[in-house]
């Protein structure tokens, strides 16, 4: 059982950055892939990024690709979303989710998920 809280959201202007953290309880953190998603108002929840369990491998949106950075410290059971450049477009609640294997792009394939914090981009 892995548990998840995201923090770091807020409103910020366009072209500003915002650090995301995604808190994980429970002492297999190190075995889960992690991944970012979001969903905004009367849209489908989206693959942002994900990372394996080791750190070693990452993989992106082409919408983000260049603007965000994912990385993990299993020393603190903490994964992070770095977001610079920040558009109006980016606007929606992140979601961190874990899965028990390798990362996938598919939000139905992650077992745990967070209850998400909103990230609003606007001047």
């Known amino acids: 059982q892995v548990q998840l809280v995201e923090s770091g959201g807020g409103l910020v202007q366009p072209g500003g950055s915002l650090r995301l953290s995604c808190a994980a309880s429970?002492?297999?953190?190190?075995?889960?892939?992690m991944g970012w998603f979001r969903q905004a108002p009367g849209k489908e929840r989206e693959f942002v990024a994900a990372?394996?369990?080791?750190?070693?491998?990452?993989y992106y949106a082409d919408s983000v690709k260049g603007r965000f950075t994912i990385s993990r410290d299993n020393a603190k059971n903490t994964v992070y979303l770095q977001m610079n450049s920040l558009k109006p477009e980016d606007t929606a609640v992140y979601y961190c989710?874990?899965?028990?294997?390798?990362?996938?792009?598919?939000?139905?394939?992650?077992?745990?998920w967070g209850q998400g914090t909103q990230v609003t981009v606007s001047s």
């Open positions: 989710a874990a899965r028990s294997s390798w990362y996938r792009t598919d939000p139905d394939e992650y077992d745990y």
């Open positions: 429970g002492r297999t953190f190190s075995s889960y892939a």
């Open positions: 990372i394996s369990w080791s750190g070693g491998s990452t």
